[in-house]
Nanobody, 119 residues
Framework: QVQLVESGGGLVQPGGSLRLSCAAS????????MGWYRQAPGKERELVAV?????NYRDSVKGRFTISRDNAKNTVYLQMNNLKPEDTAAYYC???????????????WGQGTQVTVSS
């Protein structure tokens, strides 16, 4: 099993910044991908950013959000700048893990952290 601990959400004014972090621990041989999803009330969960060998972003956050990864700490970060009210959502960390060298890929989710952008 793998545990994910998220932190960094909160209330911020439009144009402000927040930094989310997600630390993975447990039975980890390799982490194939680390990413962030978000879900606003009444909407489906959507991919925000993912890091595998490189970083990919949904179009609406390009140029404002930056995903980064500390492999030594099994931690992924999401730096969010110039936040907009439409960024308001619960943000979830996702990691794709192998527990052993020869293993299927397993999906794990964080508990979610709320980001609210409002004046």
């Amino acid at each position: 099993q793998v545990q994910l601990v998220e932190s960094g959400g909160g209330l911020v004014q439009p144009g402000g910044s927040l930094r989310l972090s997600c630390a993975a621990s447990g039975s980890i041989f390799s982490i194939n991908a680390m990413g962030w999803y978000r879900q606003a009330p009444g909407k489906e969960r959507e991919l925000v950013a993912v890091m595998t060998s490189g970083a990919n972003y949904r179009d609406s956050v390009k140029g404002r959000f930056t995903i980064s990864r500390d492999n030594a700490k099994n931690t992924v970060y999401l730096q969010m700048n110039n936040l907009k009210p439409e960024d308001t959502a619960a943000y979830y960390c996702n990691v794709k893990v192998q527990h052993f060298a020869v293993d299927l890929e397993h999906d794990y989710w964080g508990q979610g952290t709320q980001v609210t952008v409002s004046s």
